[in-house]
Nanobody, 114 residues
Framework: QVQLVESGGGLVQPGGSLRLSCVASGITFSITAMGWYRQAPGKQRELVAVMSSGGSTNYADSVKGRFTISRDNAKNTVYLQMNSLKPDDTAVYYC????????WGQGTQVTVSS
């Protein structure tokens, strides 16, 4: 079965950095697009970044220039490098894959606070 396991969240001060990881299993990782979404309290889940199997990327306007999505096909892992973090980036971050239907990880909490 498809499984996505995120890690790397935590508490960080404004201006700091975190790197999230998501390990996928049960899919042919190298041929699928992978995405990161986030959901803040009281808000809808929103797209943060997506990377196609060919390496093209798309980012939410709010994170452009600060976040970078990347993937390691040998490790079935997608990453989200987050720099210059702001309090508005506080949310639960989810890994996503569309494999016949959408699959989600369990989420990892990112809190940006002084």
């Amino acid at each position: 079965q498809v499984q996505l396991v995120e890690s790397g969240g935590g508490l960080v001060q404004p201006g700091g950095s975190l790197r999230l990881s998501c390990v996928a299993s049960g899919i042919t990782f190298s041929i699928t697009a992978m995405g990161w979404y986030r959901q803040a309290p009281g808000k809808q889940r929103e797209l943060v970044a997506v990377m196609s199997s060919g390496g093209s990327t798309n980012y939410a306007d709010s994170v452009k220039g600060r976040f970078t999505i990347s993937r390691d096909n040998a490790k079935n892992t997608v990453y989200l490098q987050m720099n210059s973090l702001k309090p508005d980036d506080t949310a639960v971050y989810y890994c996503n894959v569309q494999w016949i239907k959408p699959y989600w990880g369990q989420g990892t909490q990112v809190t940006v606070s002084s």
